[in-house]
Structures are given as C-alpha cells and as structure tokens.
T-cell receptor, first 113, second 110 residues
Framework: DTEVTQTPKHLVMGMTNKKSLKCEQH?????MYWYKQKAKKPPELMFV???????INESVPSRFSPECPNSSLLNLHLHALQPEDSALYLC????????????FGPGTRLTVL | RKEVEQDPGPFNVPEGATVAFNCTYS??????FFWYRQDCRKEPKLLMS???SGNEDGRFTAQLNRASQYISLLIRDSKLSDSATYLC???????????FGSGTRLSIRP
C-alpha cells in the first residue's frame, strides 16, 4: 500500500466551527507532515511529526492543532478559523531514510466562510 | 533570496519538443533533491529523486551539480500529459524537512 489517504475531500466551515482533518498511511513511514497550499503557490510546511512526536511547528497559529494518535494517523484540529485560512491542506509521510522522499495525500480543500 | 529558485515559466511548447527546467538552491547543507509534478487541483507527486551521478527515467533526466548548487530536469519527446507544474524540492535530512521552489508551469500544445 503506497497511498496516503485524507478525509474529508472538501470541507466548508464557519468561523465559529470546530472541525478535524484526518490523514492515514500504511507504508510504515515514521514521519508525517501537514502542509497548507494556496492557489498558484507551492505547499508551505505547517507541522512535522517524527516517531509520533511533534518535531517542527512552523509558527502556525494556535487555531490549528495537530495530533498524532499513532504512527499511521495524523489529525489536524481546526477551531475559530479565518477566511484567509481557506486553502488546500495536504498531508504527507516519509520513511525517515537518508533520501526521505515525501508522499502526499490528495488533500482537503477547506473553505472558511 | 529564496532558498530554492526556479525558472518562473510558464513554458508553452509543442508536443514532441524537449524542454529543460533549472533550479538553484542556496543552502549548501542540503542533502536530498527531488522533482515533483503537480496537476491542477491535485497533490504533488514525486517524479524523481536527483543524484549527483544524474539519473534517467524514460523520457526524464535529472542532474545535480553540488558545486554550483544547481538542479535540472530534462523532458524529451514531450507529451500532452506532461502539462503540469514542476516543483524543484530540496531536503534537509537532519530536520526531516523539504523546501519547495515556486514551481514552473509547463503546457504542451498539440
């Protein structure tokens, strides 16, 4: 299984809502990532989990809260988002080998009203 | 100066043409190098890793020059299906982190 899956595919939420994005991989990868991508821009790293521990937080606002329940799962909890947070949210995983290629899920397209 | 810089594009070339993309990176501590392609409204997909010895995968050839901190991608005999944005990506193994270039948009016309 060489796939990273993400749910939901699309999400529309109000600024007062709480929602969660989910990501799963069964490749035995030990690192998982959250990225945010705006139109016509490259992905921007948000968080990195290595061996289920948060290793990088790229100064992301606290309205985004990551969680790694186990080595296969990664969640991103959303609360009190702003319209400018509307974007494609991508999850990735990597094996933490020397080359460490990252494999991306299809993303969740988030719209904040 | 951006850490990873790419040709801005867009490139618009006829089917069958050869097209080359260039990329430079600023951090000499970079340890891994990749080309990803991204189709409109889809996720980035790994096209190939890039090694100092150069590597080829069918119509695609990637080169790395560590001394000049330069990466290239050559696409021969381009197909309509090659139309996409090509992202140059540089990695730092110690930080489990990769840095994306801004991407080069390629359109292949019939």
């Amino acid at each position: 299984d060489t796939e990273v899956t993400q749910t939901p595919k699309h999400l529309v939420m109000g600024m007062t809502n709480k929602k969660s994005l989910k990501c799963e991989q069964h490749m035995g990868h030990r690192a998982m990532y959250w990225y945010k991508q705006k139109a016509k821009k490259p992905p921007e790293l948000m968080f990195v989990y290595s061996y289920e521990k948060l290793s990088i937080n790229e100064s992301v606002p606290s309205r985004f809260s990551p969680e790694c329940p186990n080595s296969s799962l990664l969640n991103l909890h959303l609360h009190a988002l702003q319209p400018e947070d509307s974007a494609l949210y991508l999850c990735a995983s990597s094996p933490l080998t020397a080359n460490n290629e990252q494999f991306f899920g299809p993303g969740t397209r988030l719209t904040v009203l | 100066r951006k850490e990873v810089e790419q040709d801005p594009g867009p490139f618009n070339v006829p089917e069958g043409a050869t097209v080359a993309f260039n990329c430079t990176y600023s951090n000499s501590a970079s340890q891994s190098f990749f080309w990803y392609r991204q189709d409109c409204r889809k996720e980035p997909k790994l096209l190939m890793s890039v090694y100092s010895s150069g590597n080829e995968d069918g119509r695609f050839t990637a080169q790395l020059n560590r001394a000049s901190q330069y990466i290239s991608l050559l696409i021969r005999d381009s197909k309509l299906s090659d139309s996409a944005t090509y992202l140059c990506v540089v990695g730092y193994s110690s930080a489990s982190k990769i840095i994306f270039g801004s991407g080069t948009r390629l359109s292949i016309r019939p």
